[in-house]
């Protein structure tokens, strides 16, 4: 399925009702997830984060740009951030299975349905954009709004769709599609917009112009993809860096506050914390917490959860308000709770479902979770070396380890649930209609496509369970001696998951009809087996002879 973003700033952050109407109307089309409303007061504006396919996607931009249309007279708004109407921007992003071109074809088909339909100047930006002349929103946006009822008369900026007459109420609006951009504001311990000023310069990639030898040059700042201005927000009291990170890939978020802690220290000036504006990827946040781990030599092989809540605290993400992933952060907008139903149960209720009489979870969940046990010892291990007293030239080797066992470990908590969800995907098959021959054929093919999927999983199990046992291996070998019995328990329950998972291959196998497949994925699955149990009496050979009783 092909998703895309899309990212409409509304000129409008202190009226909620009003905001409610404008987000009503793109919850009436059904196939898009609105993830998140985010206004600000200072700024009086709106970031609105959308999710979904593209058709549905563009038919709730439409709605909400025409609903923002009637509602915000921008002859009478105020806000700290540049703006030229009701509906300021909005951009449309690729999140998987399409293109940028793709992006931006949808972006000229919404523009010109609000160009001729709403009778809107609209401006195409960024790969939306052919004129590459053109293209850039701070140029398009330049004079705001106050600027365009002249701006818009100069032939170089007629409008890419709609008349070339300014709005008074409604203003103009700059649609494009462009990569995920991180909205990023950095507090500083000033009230002092000419300093915020300066740091931005320092930073951003249009840097400022200088004059040397009576010429004015440009001397870009330090910071790649990077749009930032200063300006003091009247409800927190501080200054800010308001920046926008227009490609993550080249400057992450994490080198971005860096970067600012370092220019505004050069200034007397000290950085306080920071505030996300609308959504962020997951691994923006991940990348952040290794970085800030890593400075401090500390093993970045921690859970996903731990990173997150280092990135949150280092760079102060929740000095302004209470900052919660699960409202942040993209994935997790878009995880379905079902993804993950057993992995988020407690252990005790983990063991009442399993006791229950549900036939899932089964033997093949169990035995995933019983690797991912395993390899969380090893895990433990290698991060209590890389923490050893005495060991800190050592960190990195074992912080490399650690970060190996928490993605084996990630890995086995989801195929706890993907076996639960392959056993039910037979049972639905069983459960079609076979009263035509017609109905017939198609049951029996979904029956061998759930029963080839159940072998699949369990399998998938057998070789991530066995390759985990190289850091387990590893941690017996070289980790902190007093925590070897850990690793050795870890290699205990790699075993048994493998022998574990084996048995279920075994047993579904004998319901798929494809016999070349069946006989291929035994006999590796034989293989796997025997040389897990070898590993394991090679570790636990190793295990007691350290213990030496």
């Keep these: 399925m092909q998703l895309i973003e899309c990212v409409p ?12 109407q404008i987000t009503d109307e793109i919850e009436k089309v059904e196939g898009v997830r609105l993830l998140n409303v985010d206004p600000g007061k200072a700024t ?4 609105v984060t959308i999710v979904g396919a593209p058709g549905p996607v563009i038919e709730a931009a439409y709605r909400a740009i025409k609903k923002a249309g009637e509602l915000i007279d921008m002859s009478k708004h105020k806000g700290e951030h540049p703006r030229m109407g009701a509906t300021d ?12 071109e793709e992006t931006a074809s949808y972006a000229q088909q919404l523009a010109k349905r609000v160009g001729e339909e709403l009778r809107i100047p609209v401006y195409l930006y960024e790969a939306a954009q052919p004129d590459t002349s053109r293209n850039n929103l701070s140029v398009i946006r330049a004079g705001e709004y106050e600027g365009f009822f002249k701006k818009i008369k100069e032939p170089q900026w007629k409008p890419d769709f709609g ?20 909205a990023f504001n950095i507090n500083l311990n000033s009230t002092s917009t000419r300093r915020a000023n300066a740091i931005a310069f320092d930073v951003r990639e249009a840097g400022r112009n200088v004059e040397v030898d009576g010429k004015k040059i440009n001397q870009p700042g330090t910071l790649k993809s990077v749009k930032a201005i200063g300006w003091f927000i009247e409800e927190y009291g501080v200054a800010q860096i308001s920046m926008n990170l227009t490609n993550i890939n080249s400057t992450p978020v994490h080198v971005a506050f860096d970067e600012v802690c370092t220019k505004a220290n050069a ?3 000290r950085v306080t914390g920071s505030e996300l504006v609308g959504l962020i990827p997951l691994k923006a946040m991940t990348d952040a917490g290794k970085y800030f781990l890593q400075k401090q030599q500390r093993s970045i092989g921690v859970s996903e959860k731990e990173l997150i ?3 949150i605290k280092s760079m102060g993400l929740d000095e302004l308000g209470p900052f919660k992933p699960e409202e942040r952060i993209i994935e997790y907008m878009l995880n379905e709770k079902t993804n993950s139903r057993l992995v988020s149960m407690t252990l005790t209720a983990f063991a009442d479902e399993t006791a ?27 991060n209590l070396s890389s923490h050893k007293k005495g060991w800190d030239d050592r960190w990195q080797e074992f912080s490399d380890w650690a970060e190996k066992g928490e993605q084996y470990k990630s890995e086995l908590l989801k195929l706890v649930d993907a076996d639960t969800a392959a056993f039910n995907k037979i049972m639905q098959a069983f459960a079609l209609p076979k009263a035509t021959p017609e109905e017939k054929n198609i049951r029996s093919q979904a029956i061998q496509d759930a029963t080839k999927y159940a072998i699949e999983i369990p399998f998938k199990v057998m070789e991530t369970v066995y390759a985990s046992m190289e850091v387990i291996k590893a941690m017996v070998i070289n980790g902190n001696p007093n925590s070897v019995t850990d690793a050795g328990v870890g290699a205990l329950c790699a075993r048994s998951a493998v022998i574990g998972a084996f048995m279920n291959v075994r047993i579904n196998a004998g319901g798929y009809n494809d016999k070349i497949f069946v006989t291929d994925i ?7 087996e025997n040389k897990t149990i070898a590993l394991e009496a090679e570790i636990l050979k190793s295990v007691n002879e350290k213990i030496g009783l």
């Design 309 to 311: 809540k280092i990135a």
């Design 9 to 20: 700033n509304f000129s409008e952050g202190n009226d909620l009702n009003l905001i409610k």
């Design 522 to 528: 035994i006999a590796r699955g034989a293989d796997i």
């Design 89 to 100: 921007v909005c951009p449309l992003i690729p999140i998987s299975n399409i293109s940028m």
């Design 267 to 269: 200034r007397g000036i």
């Design 44 to 47: 009086n504006r709106t970031v």
């Design 356 to 382: 229950s009489e549900s036939p899932a979870p089964g033997g093949g969940s169990i035995a995933a979770y019983v690797g991912a046990l395993g390899i969380s010892l090893g895990t433990m291990v290698a």
């Design 163 to 182: 008349p070339a007459e300014f709005d008074p109420a409604r203003g103009g609006t700059v649609i494009g599609a462009r990569d995920f951009l991180v």
